[in-house]
């Protein structure tokens, strides 16, 4: 496992200097762009890889988000992967990205502002809330170990979309010791085996690390992990296409506790084949379904007449 340059950078670290103000306001594109070779086989994903390899990727993206962090021209450093055609990927190898970006993304910019509207709000931070919210209500909970925890977000985008938070205020990927390692690698591990098992065998997702910036002070950031995959299940896939790139509004396209459902299924079935060190959390499904019977059973008695059926399992 190593970081390679990537051959065909958006940005350079000897990035040409640029003219242009004003309307067409340009700027340098100085940064640097790293590939993570993740193994010396030609196929594979996470979840086929030994654990303590996994828990090796996840320290050495700490390495470089260090290392790349600490250019002086480096504010933000985003790990990534893509998996699969759909999302456009052509070099099969198994194997991530890392930017290291000259500014803060607006994806980063807009949580970092939440956050702290939510701590002069509620005298608390924005991501426990949330972590704590969903151990609480369970029924988006996929599985958890002893230091994370793998969920279908109630902000979800993507139909099959999953989070990862940890039990700890972590900041970034560099404030990772060995066992948080571990465990982020068994969280990974677990949801990628978990979209194979419910997509199949072509499945295609992005997973994104998103940490506090490089330069500045964030003691309000906490770590995730965020997955996005474009399929609907086998064969079925949502585009974003008008209503979302035309007005960045995202759809959810059914109920979030029912695909949370799906995923916790799939998760429970491919860790009785795998080594894990956590659990999955099935139980939280037969909580909602029943709460989702009594809701429809009600539903029927106000309009008697509409055809509405009780969701199975």
Known sequence: MLALPNRFPAFSADAPEVQGRGLYAKSRAQGICEVIVESREHTGGFHNFPLERVSRYIELLGERSAEL????????????????????????????????????????????????????????????????????????????????????????????????????????????????????????????????????????????????????AYSGYRLHVEFYSPQMGRGRTKYAAGIEWGAGTFTYDGVIEERAADLREASAEVIQGMKHLGRSCPEAYLRFERRSAAFHSRLRRILPNSSISTPTN
């Open 69 to 216: 962090g600490s250019k002086p021209f480096v504010k933000q450093v985003v790990p990534f992967k893509n998996k699969g055609t759909a999302v456009g990927v052509s070099m099969t190898h198994p194997h991530s990205q890392v930017y290291a970006l000259p500014f803060v993304p607006r994806r980063v910019e807009r949580e970092i502002a939440s956050a702290r509207k939510y701590q002069a709000r509620h005298g608390r931070n924005l991501f426990e809330a949330i972590h704590e919210r969903e151990l609480r209500d369970k029924t988006r909970m996929v599985y958890r170990n002893a230091g994370f925890s793998l969920f279908a977000p109630f902000f979800a985008m993507w139909p099959y979309e999953m989070h990862v938070y940890s039990s700890k205020p972590i900041r970034g990927l560099a404030d990772l010791d060995k066992e948080s390692a571990l465990m982020l690698a068994d969280i990974i591990r677990v949801g990628t085996a978990t979209y194979e098992k419910l997509l199949g065998p072509d499945y295609a997702y992005m997973m994104i690390f998103h940490q506090a910036p490089s330069k500045g």
